[in-house]
Nanobody, 119 residues
């Protein structure tokens, strides 16, 4: 089992910044990717960003590229999402996820943290 706990969400005005954190525990050796997804009311959950635990290669959704940065701290078993130039369209519940390359359809999920961007 892998446990994921997100934090750092909140209310911010358009153009502002937030940093989300995701702390991992348990059988973390069984996964090699971590990332962030988000879900707005009435919409499907969508991919935001991911990072490979070993090597640190990253991937971003086009909608956040250039504004968001995903990073990791191996010593703390923590992944971060730095969100800059926030837009009202970024408003959603943000979920941390972890998965293995060989089984990307089965992910461990955090409880989610609310991000609200006002205009």
């Amino acid at each position: 089992q892998v446990q994921l706990v997100e934090s750092g969400g909140g209310l911010v005005q358009a153009g502002g910044s937030l940093r989300l954190s995701c702390a991992a525990s348990g059988r973390t050796f069984s996964v090699n990717h971590m990332g962030w997804f988000r879900q707005a009311p009435g919409k499907e959950r969508e991919f935001v960003a991911s990072i490979r635990w070993s090597g640190g290669s990253t991937s971003y959704a086009d909608s956040v590229k250039g504004r968001f940065t995903i990073s990791r701290d191996n010593a703390k078993n923590t992944v971060y999402l730095q969100m800059n130039s926030l837009k009202p369209e970024d408003t959603a519940v943000y979920y941390c996820a972890a998965w293995a390359t060989v089984r990307p359809e089965y992910k461990y999920w955090g409880q989610g943290t609310q991000v609200t961007v006002s205009s």
